[in-house]
Nanobody, 124 residues
Framework: QVQLVESGGGLVQAGGSLRLSCAAS????????MGWFRQAPGKEREFVAA????????YYADSVKGRFTISRDNAKNTVYLQMNSLKPEDTAVYYC?????????????????WGQGTQVTISS
């Protein structure tokens, strides 16, 4: 069993930065691909970024490529999402996710674990 707790959300102006953190419980954190999803009001949840268990591979949605960076610290059981050059359209609830399959996680299908979400609001 893995529990995921996100933090770091908030309200920032367009062009600003935020860093989200996701702390995971459990001894098997380092075996999971970790990812971030977001859901804006009235929209479906969408994939944002993912990082494989060792951190050797990262994946990004086209909409955040070059602005967001995902990283992980397996010693701290934590995954991060550094978000720069934020835009109003980045406003959403951001969810942390964990899955044993990188492909499954990137598709957002039958993901093993989800966090409760953290609100990110970007003002124009």
């Amino acid at each position: 069993q893995v529990q995921l707790v996100e933090s770091g959300g908030g309200l920032v102006q367009a062009g600003g930065s935020l860093r989200l953190s996701c702390a995971a419980s459990g001894r098997t954190f380092s075996s999971y691909t970790m990812g971030w999803f977001r859901q804006a009001p009235g929209k479906e949840r969408e994939f944002v970024a993912a990082i494989t268990s060792s951190g050797s591979n990262t994946y990004y949605a086209d909409s955040v490529k070059g602005r967001f960076t995902i990283s992980r610290d397996n010693a701290k059981n934590t995954v991060y999402l550094q978000m720069n050059s934020l835009k109003p359209e980045d406003t959403a609830v951001y969810y942390c996710a964990a899955d044993s399959s990188a492909t499954q996680l990137r598709l957002g299908v039958m993901v093993d674990y989800w966090g409760q979400g953290t609100q990110v609001t970007i003002s124009s």
